[in-house]
């Protein structure tokens, strides 16, 4: 299996696309961490007597002194054909030990089965691996009917008929999003990164962005951030109103970006992560069951693996607005 390196954006776009690649994967997301954070992004692709097998992009970050730094592929790798994505993991994997100054690999791609080498090890997840998805495969009226809970479809309809509407949201409206996901982000108690960063989301992510806001009576009533490939529409960042609560704004909102993610092309649409919660609850009427991805893995590289995996482990613990960025699965 022959590694080549993707230094085209348009290029790299068009192997995540034919390859159904998911949007963590995409050019716009590594071209986001790199401008928002210690992160440098490498993309490379697997061929195979002229046929691209799989690929994955890989964002290192450094590590503090002469040991080198992480290699971690979010929602990676992807694999033309799943059969042979261990065997894109191991052929990444030895690509990054011969060309990056890296100690470890993490992995943790969206499939529910995955056969890894040995040298692979389960890992403390950067992604939540219990999700809840939807088949964007059906028609329209298949998705909606397919949708659970008959509440669920009602407050849908009920929204749209007492005057919430529904819009893609723009760059003038940020400032209005940015007030309602601290609110939330108050009342529940999760971390937020700097505005800074959602700003330079709404640039760097443009071609898989898709943001959508609520609104009734000229007000506001949520959000709802995605990031979307021809393989995924993945939940990003959203938030509501207590208003928007009470007129269901949430609700409509959720169903037009499952139309929207279904137009663009997507063949899957994932929520993004379960918890015990509320916000769990509410994605959990849309689905009908919980969806188990094969979890986090890591390859360690270098015998200085276990000693500063411990180190990281007590500074994830210390830094928790740090690991918002790795750990994407505060929607609202």
């Known amino acids: 299996m022959n590694m080549r390196v993707i230094a085209n954006r348009f290029e790299w776009g068009e192997h995540v696309e ?3 690649a998911h949007p963590l994967q995409s050019w716009q997301w590594g071209s986001l961490k790199e401008k928002t954070g210690p992160w440098t992004a490498y993309r490379v692709m697997c061929e ?19 040991v080198g730094g992480l290699a971690y592929l979010p929602r990676g790798p992807f694999a033309a ?4 994505l261990a065997e894109v993991a191991d052929a990444v994997a030895d690509w990054c030990k011969h060309n990056l100054r890296v100690i ?3 992995i943790e791609p969206a499939v529910t089965e995955l056969n890894l080498s040995s040298d692979w090890r389960p890992s403390e997840h950067a992604l939540i691996a219990k999700t809840a998805t939807i088949d964007l495969t059906r028609t329209e009226d298949e998705i909606m009917k397919g949708i659970p809970n008959r509440k669920c479809r009602q407050y849908i309809r009920k929204a749209g008929r007492d005057g919430v509407t529904c819009r893609p949201g723009t760059e003038d409206d940020l400032d209005q999003i940015l007030a309602m996901y601290h609110a939330t982000a108050e009342a529940d108690g999760f971390a937020l990164h700097a505005d800074e960063f959602y700003r330079a989301a709404f640039t760097e992510l443009e071609g898989v962005g898709q943001l959508f806001v609520s609104e009734y009576e000229g007000r506001m009533q949520s959000f709802l951030w995605n990031a979307t490939t021809s393989g995924t529409a993945f939940e990003l960042w959203g938030a509501v109103t207590d208003e928007g609560k009470r007129t269901r704004a949430n609700y409509l909102l959720k169903w037009e970006a499952i139309k929207a993610a279904k137009e663009r092309g997507a063949v899957l649409y994932d929520m993004n992560g379960l918890l015990n919660d509320g916000i769990s609850d509410f994605k959990l009427l849309f689905s009908k069951d919980p969806v188990y991805w094969v979890g986090t893995f890591d390859k360690p590289l270098s015998r200085l693996y276990g000693l500063m995996n411990k180190a990281l482990e007590i500074n994830r613990r210390r830094n928790t607005a740090d690991n918002a960025q790795e750990d994407t699965s505060d929607v609202r």
Do not use: Y
């Open 81 to 84: 054909d799943n059969a042979r």
């Open 104 to 106: 470890s690999v993490k």
């Open 48 to 66: 195979e007597d002229g046929a691209w097998i799989g690929g994955a992009q890989v964002l290192v970050r450094a590590l503090p002194g002469p």
């Open 18 to 20: 034919e390859l159904g």
